[in-house]
């Protein structure tokens, strides 16, 4: 019972979640904003700063900041590693207001510009998220939304030449159920290891109303949607031995050197209202606006 009154946010919550995006925003933009910098808790520390000048509470989670191979672990939260031109930084940071969580995360060049096989995977990730969204309004169906979403950057996948078709299958080295969901053993899963949206709120990881019933968004939905591929030989290096991954590995390994420890994952909040969805985070995504904006940059005065 609790969780379906959580789940349904009233217009006074949306408009808290709102200010908690806009502040996040604003962080991550002074993120993209500072001087180039040398390491992990450099930019780590001036996204909360700005949380908290803005009127932040806190963090709403402890912040992912990882460059580099740290960017394509998941849940990577040291955030003590250096940083280097050509290293793209996966940035997954937001604030709390009064009580109400955002999440957003954009994936930027420390150098200020994406090398082409960055801005490859990047785009594809982009592609994506907008193909959740327009999948996304009232009384549209989540698990299509997801499915959407995976459905383009698998075929993008395939392009790229880092699986061997969007429907060739794997054998994983975890757990996973084929028989009613073919995507969970397809090759691409190994490149996308996480869900696309959950929901916002009290919590960073909230009740959303499609999370039951017929699972279609409805009115007071606030949502992430947040696709991700992350690239590293690492990777195939803890796939089980079985003739099926042999092959798939001999046919892909070289196109994933070629984009090694390349994590990029995109993540806006959204919320339903009756004028439809509204992405509510406005930190630049497009490839060109980020670029532009970090040409800003000052230059990095070394002590």
Known sequence: MVDQLRAKKS????????TAAEISSQGHRAGMAMAQPATEYELQAEIEYNFTRLGGSRP??????????????????????AVKPG???????????EGYAADITRSIPVSGKYTAEQRAIYQLVLDAQKAAERNSKPGMSAPAATDSSFDVR????????????????????????????PRQCRQAMLWMIHGISHGLG??????AQF???????????????????????????????????????????AAVKRYEN??????????????????????PREIEEIEALMATRPMRVVP
């Open 202 to 207: 009290l919590a960073v990881h909230d009740p």
């Open 11 to 18: 217009p006074a919550e949306l408009a808290l979640l709102r």
């Open 87 to 97: 290293d793209i930084v996966v940035i997954d940071a937001a604030t709390e207001y």
């Open 60 to 81: 709403a989670y402890g912040s992912i900041v990882g460059g580099g191979l740290h960017g394509t672990q998941l849940h990577y939260m040291k955030d003590r590693g």
């Open 154 to 181: 698998a075929r993008g996948l395939a392009a790229l030449g880092l699986i061997e078709s969007d429907t060739a299958s794997i054998d994983l080295p975890w757990p996973a159920n084929c028989s009613p969901n």
């Open 262 to 283: 390349t994590g990029v994952r995109i993540e806006d909040d959204y919320v339903i209202t009756a004028k439809g969805l509204e992405r509510i985070s406005t930190t």
């Open 211 to 253: 999370y039951t019933g017929d699972h279609t968004f409805k009115e007071g939905d606030a949502f992430t949607i947040e696709p991700g591929i992350y690239i590293s030989t690492a990777a195939l290096d803890v796939l089980p031995d079985t003739p099926k991954n042999r092959a798939f590995i001999a046919k892909v390994r």
